[in-house]
């Protein structure tokens, strides 16, 4: 069965990106769906999200520069069924070196070629530095779809035109012409805020094929589960953030046909 890879991305920073690549990958994997979490940002937020020490020569670094392969840098989770690719910091040096590369936009889909070739994993997950960088504009080549976590404020919906231009652009360089928006995650919503119901009533409007049912709520809980290494599921099995991923999984799993069990 193929791979799906998604990346998700958004220029802005403190929008539930990260939250959403662990905990929907965490959701994935529940339900029996081999999944992979590529961990793109230096800052490394997912990889200790999901209980992960940070390890020099573990991320995919070397494997970017030509050095080793990305098999070697899988990492195995607490959580059957979930494996990640862990970060570091020096991942942020990749930004300049890579630049300097023949088909530097390309480097990502070839470093991860062989994994989705491999028949491991049903679904790769991307998660990008808050930035559209050398490393995101490798994930959106890499990506079979993207994925736009986006913050129920205004503020976000300027951001959200800015990433739908880059996509643009990028298909019609021929970069990567099948690059799809695959959805819209709306995330920190508080239904006590006539701003986000308004914001999320607006991208619904704009936007109807691309948006998700799920609203994902602000919780404290969501925001205190990476400190924890631990994916929501984990840390507040019963609450409104896991119900929440869970339901945003299974719309995701319909959405692009991704089955239960299995590679």
């Known amino acids: 069965m193929a791979c799906t890879v998604f990346t998700i991305a958004n220029q802005k920073g403190g929008v539930g990106k990260t939250t959403t690549a662990v905990n929907l990958a965490a959701a994935l994997a529940e339900r029996k769906i081999h999944t992979l979490v590529v961990d793109l940002d230096p800052q490394a937020n997912a990889t200790s999200a999901l ?6 020569g573990k991320s995919l670094y070397g494997p970017l520069r030509g050095e080793g392969g990305a098999f070697e840098m899988l990492t195995p989770t607490a959580w ?11 991942l942020a040096a990749i930004e300049i070196e890579l630049a300097q ?36 504009m490798n994930s959106l080549a890499a990506a079979d779809h993207l994925l736009i976590a986006l913050q129920c404020e205004y503020m976000a919906l ?22 799809d928006v695959g959805g819209i995650v709306m995330t920190m919503y508080d239904s006590r805020i006539n ?69």
Request: charged share 20%; with cysteine.
């Open 101 to 136: 590369q023949e088909n530097y936009l390309l480097r990502l889909r070839s470093v991860l070629e062989p994994i989705r070739q491999s028949g491991g994993y049903r679904v790769i997950i991307i998660d990008c530095p808050p930035a559209l960088g050398m490393l995101s």
């Open 195 to 263: 701003l986000a119901k308004q914001v999320v009533a607006e991208v619904r409007e704009h936007l109807p094929e691309k948006i998700f049912q799920t609203l994902i709520p602000r919780t404290v809980r969501l925001s205190e589960a990476p400190s924890f290494g631990q994916p929501i599921f984990v840390y507040d099995p019963h609450g409104p953030g896991a119900l929440a991923y869970r339901a945003l999984a299974k719309e995701i799993a319909a959405r692009f046909g991704l089955m239960y069990g299995g590679a």
């Open 158 to 179: 300027e951001g959200l035109g800015q990433i739908l231009k880059v996509v643009e652009r990028l298909k019609n360089a021929g970069v990567n012409p099948a690059l």
């Open 80 to 90: 059957e069924h979930l494996a990640i690719i862990p970060s570091e910091v020096d």
């Open 51 to 56: 209980g992960i020490e940070k390890q020099e």
